[in-house]
Each structure stands twice: as structure tokens, then as C-alpha cells.
């Protein structure tokens, strides 16, 4: 009996631990092309070479041996961000920005628990964000050798956006992704 009440124990344990320590990693893998995107504000059809689609926003990206380009999709107005380097908002090197009329702010901060302050070693390249009809997208480029390492076989990524332009309002939605990289 005492042997049935332990082992029951052990499989409800092992259940929970899979339902709760479960990394959300990316199906496809992300693999080198050789030319990259424009970096317009528009992302067409098959434009990148992975596609992640979350819950509420939409993850693109694609790399060649010096670049990695990503482009995000949003049915908000508001701020849209990615982060680099941890899945969480903590030690997470965030690109953040907004468009508000004619002006476009972008910003890179380092993040520290739950908040972020100024990065002091920039890696973006070049970015873009644009509204349209309730939707935003952001599409930048950030050095390779800045966010993947030699050896390494996945990165981690977060992405949020908030209902705010400004860079400190709450985000409405926050994903957490591990995107496995080809060889
Ligand atoms: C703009 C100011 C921000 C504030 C005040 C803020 C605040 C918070 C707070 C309080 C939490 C814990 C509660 C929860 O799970 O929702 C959290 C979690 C999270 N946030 Fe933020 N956040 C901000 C910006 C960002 C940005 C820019 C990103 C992505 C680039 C982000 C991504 C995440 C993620 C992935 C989590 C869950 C993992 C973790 O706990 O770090 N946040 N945030």
C-alpha cells in the first residue's frame, strides 16, 4: 500500500515538473541563408527564413555568418520589443521602440529583474518600425557575434509589446522563446 501511495506520488511529481519546467522551443531550426531583408516595415510571404507565431505576436527571423535579422508583428499600437540573450526580462539585452505619428524611437537597454535601463553596448545595425490599421512591425538586423555564440545550439529570446508609446508602461503580452540554431 505504502509502495502504491510512493509511486503515485513519484508519477503526479514527474507530470507536474513536465508541465512546468516545458522551455517553449522554436519547431524549426534556424539555418545561415545568404542574403538577408530589407529592412522596410514590411514583411512579405517566405521574406524570412524562420517564422514563430505566438498567442499574440509574430516572430521572424533569418541570420547569414554577420547578421541577425528579426521582424516582429504586433495588433497593437503601442511598444513592441525583443530581448536577446536570456529568457527572461533579467540580463536580457532589449531592443525597444514605438511609432507615434511621424517619429519612430528605438532604444537598447540591458535588463535587470523586471525593469531596464540604458545598454551601454549597442549591437543593432538598423531598424524600422511602422503602424498600420492597428498592426505594428518591427524589423532590425543585430551583429551575429553579439547574440550567438560559437558552439552554441539554441538562443534565447524574449518578445513583448505594451499598449503605451513610451518605453515603461507594462507590457499586455510577454513570450519567452529558446530558438534551436543549424550547425
Ligand atoms: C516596459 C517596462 C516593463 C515592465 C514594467 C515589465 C514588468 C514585468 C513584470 C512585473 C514581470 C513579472 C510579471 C509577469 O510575468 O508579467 C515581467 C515579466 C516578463 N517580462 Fe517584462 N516588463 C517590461 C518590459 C519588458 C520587455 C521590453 C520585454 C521583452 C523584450 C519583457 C518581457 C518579459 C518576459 C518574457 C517576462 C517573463 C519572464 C520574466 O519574469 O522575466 N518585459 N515584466
Redesign the pocket.
Known sequence: MQRKVILIFFLLVTMLSSFTCKKPVSKDVLKQTETLQNIDGVIGKSEYSMTVETEKMMLYLSRDSKELTFGLGSQTMGWI???FGSM???K?H?I?GYSAGDTMAIKEHNGMG???QSAENPILINAIIKENDGTTIFEGSVRAEEVIQPGQSSISI???C?AGDD?????IF???LAVMLAE
Open positions: 520589443a525583443i530581448g527572461s526580462m533579467d536580457s532589449i525597444i523586471h525593469r531596464h524574449i518578445i513583448a505594451g518605453f515603461a508602461s507594462r507590457h510577454r513570450k519567452s
